[in-house]
């Protein structure tokens, strides 16, 4: 059974920083792409970035580059967000999720998701 458990959100300070993690399990988790997605209340769901399966390549959506960095340790079965100089607008819900395609930022070829964790940025 897949499972992902995101953690680490919270409520911080522009300008701070949070780290997010997620918890892989039920899949061989060096097989896939795992990315991270976020939704606003009453906004899409958008992409964050995501990390190819050997973690080697990254890639961030614009509003984030160069203050997220996504990374992945194989043998833990984990995903991170190191998420710095947070501003209002990174206010969401977080989300990571898996796909089996290497180069793709389309919510809908990922086929697994956690809860969310929510994070919260105040001005």
């Known amino acids: 059974q897949v499972q992902l458990v995101e953690s680490g959100g919270g409520l911080v300070q522009a300008g701070g920083s949070l780290r997010l993690s997620c918890a892989a399990s039920?899949?061989?988790?060096?097989?896939?792409?795992m990315g991270w997605f976020r939704q606003a209340p009453g906004k899409e769901r958008e992409f964050v970035a995501r990390?190819?399966?050997?973690?080697?390549?990254?890639y961030y959506t614009d509003s984030v580059k160069g203050r997220f960095t996504i990374s992945r340790d194989n043998a833990k079965n984990l995903v991170y967000l190191q998420m710095n100089s947070l501003k209002p607008e990174d206010t969401a819900v977080y989300y990571c999720?898996?796909?089996?395609?290497?180069?793709?930022?389309?919510?809908?070829?990922?086929?697994?998701w956690g809860q969310g964790t929510q994070v919260t940025v105040s001005s």
């Open positions: 039920g899949f061989t988790f060096s097989s896939y792409t």
């Open positions: 990390n190819n399966w050997g973690g080697g390549f990254k």
């Open positions: 999720a898996r796909s089996s395609r290497t180069y793709t930022n389309n919510p809908s070829q990922y086929d697994s």
